[in-house]
């Protein structure tokens, strides 16, 4: 927990929310899956309203201890549940939330529950596993596409380049290329990773 509450914010997500924020101090944002704040404080502290949802009751109460002002509200929630109405956000943020989906059914609802959150034209910013992470020959849990257990022994999901677009653009969702999607601690060729392979990028809703 320690490490959670003190654990710096992603600087590539807090540069695209810059640039995303402008000239208006009524947006608002949707961070899912927030856990101890590390993204949802700084970006308050931007000048969005932010509010964050967690399932974790301790982690809201380590975000609830930093200094986020009046612009940031906190809620309990699953992910494929969020308290929220619809269409009411300008920015969407899913950072390392869908990852943790134990299905790809769960996986669908929270992405479609993001989607119905959303604004037109709002940003949605991800930050999930990558099916590099795994070895190629790894299988995946019967019935799946993407949920595996060789990573902590627990289902989450890996997805693919393709399958993560084909996914989100399902729900809505199509590539910025403000901030393409790009795979971060792939190893070389030969090489085993040294932890999770992400795949970072922003995306719009249509």
Not at 22 to 36: F, K, N, T, V, Y
Not at 41 to 68: C, F, H, I, K
Request: proline fraction near 6%; glycine fraction near 10%; hydrophobic fraction near 45%.
């Amino acid at each position: 927990m320690a490490g959670f509450a003190t654990a710096s914010p992603n600087l590539t997500l807090i540069d695209y929310a810059a640039r995303r924020l402008g000239q208006s101090r009524d947006a608002r944002l949707l961070d899912i899956g927030c856990g101890a704040g590390r993204n949802a404080v700084p970006l308050a502290r931007l000048g969005w309203q932010v509010v964050g949802t967690d399932s974790s009751l301790p982690m809201l109460r380590a975000a609830a201890a930093r200094e986020g002002g009046d612009r940031l509200r906190l809620a309990h929630a699953d992910m494929a549940a969020l308290p929220v109405q619809d269409g009411a956000f300008d920015f969407i943020v899913a950072h390392g939330i869908w990852n943790l989906a134990r299905s790809g059914g769960e996986f669908r609802s929270a992405v479609r529950e993001a989607a119905r959150a959303a604004k037109p034209g709002a940003a949605l910013f991800v930050f999930t596993f990558s099916r590099h992470t795994l070895p190629a020959d790894a299988a995946a849990v019967a019935g799946e596409a993407f949920v595996f257990t060789q990573f902590s022994g627990a289902p989450q999901c890996f997805l693919t380049e393709t399958q993560l677009v084909q996914e989100l653009h399902a729900a809505g969702f199509s590539p910025d290329p403000l901030l393409p999607l790009r795979e971060l601690n792939r190893p070389a060729p030969g090489l085993r990773t040294g932890g999770p392979v992400i795949y970072e990028g922003a995306f719009r809703f249509l």
